[in-house]
């Protein structure tokens, strides 16, 4: 065999097994698409980003994932960071998803000094005098017992609500008696009573206070069940 024939076969057997080569590639690509399911968009964040940045600062990029290990919150849309700011500090290579997004116009996180805690509680109350930057008094109504009558107790006094929003009555609740779910900046003995009295309490009720008014009693109140 002379020597350009056998060039010309080593170069069709080179371009023989490379296009088998490449067939079995595109197969077993196809065939792990197929195990892995559609593939959906994802924003993924480029460099670091701090909490309260804003969210196009990290340079986001859309990358393709497939959608059984997407986030199931994930943004897949730059015109959603339009304005929003970060929930909390990504690192680089971070997905974007709607827990790490600040809403435009949100409030930032509740600040508190050395000493303070921020209570969370369900309580009856107005919700549209129950807003942030209202101060309050912490009602607390106990069950009675077998040696004890119920009563209410004003536990707290000139408390601040750092955050507030209205929950629905649960069935069987008077319409004039409205919920709030609200978070109050305390100490920590208060919120750690507040923690109890959510559990073994009958009732909590925020009685809000006058614009100004921070006075406050001499002594705690308490009224048992024979208004006494």
Do not use: I, N
């Amino acid at each position: 065999m002379s020597r350009r024939r056998r060039a010309l076969l080593l170069a069709g057997l080179a371009v023989l097994f490379g296009g088998l080569a490449a067939s079995g590639v595109r197969r077993r690509e196809a065939a792990l698409e197929r195990a892995l399911g559609a593939r959906t968009p994802v924003l993924v964040t480029r460099v670091p980003l701090a909490a309260g940045a804003p969210l196009v600062a990290a340079r986001p990029v859309l990358r393709w994932l497939p959608a059984r290990f997407a986030p199931p919150d994930a943004v897949a849309s730059a015109a959603a960071l339009v304005g929003a700011r970060a929930a909390v500090a990504l690192p680089p290579g971070s997905y974007v998803t709607a827990a790490t997004l600040r809403a435009p116009g949100a409030g930032t996180a509740p600040r508190v000094g050395p000493g303070e805690r921020v209570a969370e509680v369900v309580a009856l109350a107005d919700p549209r005098a129950v807003v942030p930057g209202a101060r309050v008094d912490v009602l607390v109504t106990r069950e009675p017992t077998a040696t004890r009558p119920g009563e209410a107790v004003l536990a707290l006094e000139d408390v601040e609500v750092l955050a507030a929003h209205p929950l629905r009555a649960p069935a069987g609740e008077p319409a004039g008696a409205p919920r709030v779910a609200a978070s109050l900046r305390v100490s920590v003995r208060e919120a750690v009573y507040l923690a109890a009295a959510q559990s073994f309490a009958r009732e909590l009720r925020l009685l809000v206070r006058a614009p100004g008014d921070r006075a406050r009693t001499r002594t705690g109140l308490a009224v048992d069940d024979r208004l006494r």
